[in-house]
């Protein structure tokens, strides 16, 4: 079974820090490119930070610049958001998805999708 589980989230205070992680069971994901995405209450999901297959990062979401950063370790067949200098806007369900290769913007690219975890920041 193709399964993609986020771990890592959790409560932290405001100029915290969090490293969410990816994992993939039922297949590599050496072939392809991971998005992290995240909805916030009451708002759409938005993408984050994609990184493909070739380990090339595209950045979604002119909020975190600076701030996160994807990171990929395929012996562990593992994908990592780092995310630093959390503010309290960063308070989302954030969701990993897999699709071939290259990044897209578009959700409805990626076929395989975690169930999410919770990222509260708040004081």
């Known amino acids: 079974q193709l399964q993609l589980v986020e771990s890592g989230g959790g409560l932290v205070q405001p100029g915290g820090s969090l490293r969410l992680s990816c994992a993939a069971s039922g297949f590599t994901l050496d072939y392809y490119a991971i998005n992290w995405f995240r909805q916030a209450p009451g708002k759409e999901r938005e993408g984050v930070l994609c990184?493909?297959?070739?380990?090339?990062?595209?950045n979604y979401a002119d909020s975190v610049k600076g701030r996160f950063t994807i990171s990929r370790d395929n012996a562990k067949n593992t994908v990592y958001l780092q995310m630093n200098s959390l503010k309290p806007e960063d308070t989302a369900v954030y969701f990993c998805a897999a699709r071939s290769y290259i990044c897209s913007a578009y959700q409805r690219h990626y076929a395989y999708w975690g169930q999410g975890t919770q990222v509260t920041v708040s004081s």
């Open positions: 990184i493909s297959s070739s380990g090339g990062s595209t």
